[in-house]
């Protein structure tokens, strides 16, 4: 067509491709409200992403949730707190929870996300049966998360619970004793005393419990049977 813009003779799959590069949510968000075709292309290249991180972004429930809502691909979701705060709670965690995406998540970030309680994590979590990476660290989560996590991530490899302080030994030793391919979980800033460690270790000899500097220097042969 005569005085048709060269970027609007692109093929909606070629636009979408090229949206998949733009890093910036603002600028999805402007490209997006150019025309339909172009909102197409937007929606198109978020169903694409299989990463996706919304650390540095001031992001609410509602925004994030819709942005995961054409997320179909996704693998690796970091909602994780930023210095521009981030207002999601545990409203938000639970229309996240009903995205396609969810079930087939590998890693999910919610560090330091102080506006989330067990109540919005459970939601999440109770969806998330794919997952093998999980940072909840800096938050305010219970033993109430730790079960749900045991329940219902059979395939978690490390999980990072730093400055959970609300969390005790018998939350640590039901996901332990749940999840059999966990490989390293991160208790720095915890109140649980280093006696639980230790248990962890007669459940798991190789897991990998951090920080490194934890008094927890004891020979496999010294460990007590159960």
Known sequence: ?????????????????????????????????????????????????????FAGWKMDDDSTARLLRYAYSLRDLDISRSRWGCQISDTGLYRISLAKCISNLTSIS??????????????????????????????????????????????????????????????LLVLVNSCRKLESINVWGTRVPVECFIALLTISPALQIKPKGLPLNVDASMLPVI
């Open 1 to 53: 067509m005569e005085g048709e813009a060269e970027i609007d003779r692109l093929p909606l799959d070629l636009l979408a491709n090229i949206f998949i590069l733009i890093t910036s949510f603002t600028d999805l968000a402007q490209a997006s409200g150019v025309c339909r075709k172009w909102k197409q292309g937007v929606r198109q290249s978020l169903g694409r992403r299989e990463s996706l991180s």
């Open 110 to 171: 919610l560090w330091g996300i102080t506006g989330i309680t067990d109540k919005g994590v459970v939601h999440l979590i109770s969806r998330a049966n794919s997952l093998q990476h999980l940072n909840i660290g800096g938050t305010f989560i219970t033993d109430e998360s730790l079960y749900a996590i045991a329940n219902n991530c059979p395939h978690l490899k490390t999980i990072v619970l730093w400055s959970c302080r609300h969390v005790t030994e018998n939350g």
